[in-house]
């Protein structure tokens, strides 16, 4: 039988707020809040790795599976595209059945999906259990919180979720590593194979430790129209602009599917003014400030996962290093944003959010354009000064969203507010992916044929210079078997200067995105409901 606490929302007799961490603290082990932290952190610990240590394994899947460019970009955007489409209304199955019930569902879920993930031998079924994986993991995030907030009392609640925050930040830095070492000392199955014990023990300690609670007035009703029409719009918008690079910017097919996208989200916002319990009340987006933290975290997101996919194929294929390598070449930025951000949550508590947060883009864009520079030959000196400057920028931004949105959210909306930062970072990340990998996939297109000419190498047919514009856009020279050694270094020479060149102009429009999010950053200040909110959605 499922152990469960009813919270009314109401004070008896006084109508005034109730707060959920307000009940008594529990004896033993059923809800003890600092085991419960314990339980849900080692649950979301699977979601915040694959953010990360995914990246690593791309190229070993690529090149086992025999994926293209495109198809190795829907490993990340199908994971990322659930979880960022899922997340509000996995808060809200939360709410409705328990975040108890919800969060152990999500972790068996989405372990499964790891293991049959790591069982696949086709490119088309790994993207089928990324889908899954996200879905289950946006389970998760929403009911960890809820969790949190319903076990610890007032007193404890922020140092509980800054605690949560550093499991999440731990996990992001060390995805590059653990995957490095997984890939190189036993295959890319074994990146995915990992979370099914880790989801083992998280559901033992769940089953055992968590304590449900529900609110009287949950709500009883679901916006299934309102999820289905977002789904829709963001999935033509992405394809479209994957699609893009094959079909031609201006092909029929190219814009059927952005009108189509632009219909689907003209058609959401309608009926989320119609619904009575909407997906995403569209009454949040009144706050100027709470907009641009909004804006502004879809922008880090693209410069920020954007930039990152390249990385990794820059880092194995490009300078052939091993998995290893290129994870502890990836460590200065990860590590970047866990040492810095305790520091920009001070400068956020001293002075507010609107100059760390300008600031910290501005890194990013300076960053990001330093990425623009590196060549064949750049050294890991110069390589790590990047990464860490983007680390540093990025810090800011993590640190100050909860206190941008949430806080400048009403408190009855504080939940819906910290699902949407979550799923704003989501979608940011895949259409990131998908328009610089559009970016880069049209430079290589279009300078390809003209170095393979400057080259004096044979003439190719355009199916195989098609074939050899899909290789080169992951960094790898499409030599045939058989090809003599002096014309294959020629072939290695063109195709690792064109990535380059790609990699350059894609870094480039990630540093003007980077430096729009600058002045986004400028419309954010502290939100009257701050102090109140800050324990919602912070990661």
């Not at 009108?259 to 989320?272: D, H, T």
């Not at 909004?294 to 091993?322: D, E, K, P, R, W």
């Not at 960053?367 to 990025?394: I, K, N, P």
């Not at 350059?504 to 995105?513: K, N, R, Y």
Request: contains cysteine; aromatic residues 8%.
């Amino acid at each position: 039988m499922t152990s469960q606490t009813t919270v009314n929302k109401t004070g008896p007799g006084d109508g005034a707020p109730h707060d959920p961490s307000d009940q008594p603290p529990a004896k033993g082990l059923r809800g003890h809040p600092w085991f419960t932290l314990i339980t849900v952190a080692v649950g979301v610990m699977m979601v915040a790795l694959d953010g990360t240590i995914v990246a690593i394994a791309n190229p070993a899947i690529a090149s086992d599976l025999g994926a293209t460019f495109a198809e190795v970009q829907w490993i990340t955007n199908a994971y990322f595209l659930a979880l960022a489409v899922s997340l509000i209304t996995a808060g809200k199955l939360g709410d409705r059945f328990g975040h108890r019930q919800t969060f152990l569902i999500g972790v068996v879920g989405f372990a499964a999906a790891s293991g049959a993930i790591g069982l696949s031998d086709s490119i088309a079924l790994v993207v089928t259990f990324r889908v899954f994986q996200g879905l289950f993991g946006a389970l998760l995030m929403p009911a960890a919180l809820g969790l949190l907030r319903a076990t610890f009392p007032a007193e404890k609640l922020n140092m509980a979720i800054g605690l949560w925050g550093m499991v999440i930040g731990a996990s992001t830095a060390g995805g590059p590593i653990l995957g490095g070492v997984l890939v190189e000392h036993v295959n890319w199955q074994s990146v995915f194979f990992i979370n099914v014990p880790v989801g083992v023990l998280a559901l033992a300690l769940g089953v055992v430790i968590l304590l449900d609670h529900r609110a009287e007035n949950a709500p009883r009703s679901f916006d299934l129209l309102g999820i289905a029409l977002l789904s829709a719009a963001m999935f033509c918008l992405v394809w479209a602009l994957i699609k893009a690079p094959d079909w031609g910017w201006g092909d029929g097919k190219t814009w059927a599917f952005v009108l189509a996208s632009l219909a689907g989200f003209a058609l959401f916002a309608y009926w989320e003014t119609r619904v009575a319990e909407p997906l995403i009340p569209l009454a949040l987006f009144r706050s100027v400030p709470l907009s641009a933290g909004v804006v502004l975290m879809v922008l880090m997101a693209i410069a920020f996962m954007g930039g990152l996919f390249f990385v990794t194929f820059y880092l194995q294929n490009v300078h052939g290093m091993s998995p290893i390598d290129a994870g502890l070449h990836l460590l200065p930025l990860t590590g970047m944003m866990i040492v810095g951000s305790p520091l920009a949550g001070a400068m956020i508590t001293k002075w507010g959010p609107r100059i760390p947060l300008a600031g910290g883009m501005a890194a990013t864009a300076i960053a990001m354009y330093g990425m623009s520079t590196l060549e064949t030959d750049t050294g890991s000196g110069v390589m790590s000064v990047w990464f860490a400057l983007l680390g540093l920028g990025l810090a800011p931004v993590m640190v100050g969203a909860t206190e941008v949105i949430v806080g400048n959210a009403p408190l009855e909306l504080s939940g819906v507010a910290g699902g949407l930062q979550q799923a704003a970072m989501q979608i940011g990340g895949s259409l990131g992916t998908a328009v610089l990998g559009a970016v880069m996939a049209s430079k290589v297109d279009s300078d390809l044929p003209v170095n393979w000419k400057d080259a004096g190498l044979p003439d190719l047919t355009p199916e195989q210079l098609g074939k050899a514009s899909e290789a080169v856009q992951v960094g790898v020279p499409p030599v045939a078997p058989g090809t003599p050694a002096p014309i294959a270094a020629k072939i290695a020479d063109v195709a690792h200067d064109t990535f380059i060149s790609g990699m350059s102009l894609a870094s480039l429009v990630a540093a003007g995105v980077a430096a729009v999010a600058v002045l986004v950053a400028l419309l954010t200040k502290r939100g009257a409901n701050a102090d109140a909110g800050a324990g919602v959605g912070h990661i």
